[in-house]
């Protein structure tokens, strides 16, 4: 598991601490600008200690995970996507990108 660069949220929204995929030496203001004007161009995490949200940009949430159960389902489009397996328990390969959970 690679060790994210982790800052303060800058958001008013969403409280806790945003987890970033960079290099250690990396400019965290230039990062946290980045993420304020939505020129961040990568997929982020923002991790309030109860829950985690996996945004590809400021605007755009991809997953919602409780951290104390995170095979739970808690978007309804997820819950949906993952329906199918009402009539195909037992599929042989699944893709689904979204959250882990990291301990």
């Given at each position: 598991?690679?060790?994210?660069?982790?800052?303060?949220?800058?958001?008013?929204?969403?409280?806790?601490?945003?987890?970033?995929l960079?290099?250690?030496?990396a400019?965290?203001?230039?990062?946290?600008?980045?993420?304020?004007?939505?020129?961040?161009p990568?997929p982020?995490?923002v991790?309030?200690?109860?829950?985690?949200?996996?945004?590809?940009?400021v605007?755009?949430?991809?997953?919602?995970?409780?951290t104390?159960?995170?095979?739970?389902?808690?978007?309804?489009y997820?819950?949906?996507?993952?329906?199918?397996?009402?009539?195909?328990?037992?599929?042989?390969?699944?893709?689904?990108?979204?959250?882990?959970?990291?301990?």
């Amino acid at each position: 598991m690679p060790d994210y660069f982790q800052i303060p949220s800058p958001f008013e929204v969403e409280t806790g601490t945003i987890l970033l995929l960079e290099p250690k030496w990396a400019r965290e203001n230039e990062l946290r600008q980045q993420l304020l004007d939505e020129t961040y161009p990568k997929p982020f995490v923002v991790d309030n200690g109860e829950r985690r949200y996996l945004y590809f940009n400021v605007r755009l949430m991809q997953s919602e995970m409780l951290t104390r159960t995170p095979n739970s389902l808690e978007l309804r489009y997820t819950q949906k996507m993952m329906a199918f397996l009402l009539f195909h328990p037992r599929p042989k390969r699944v893709v689904l990108i979204g959250l882990v959970a990291v301990r």
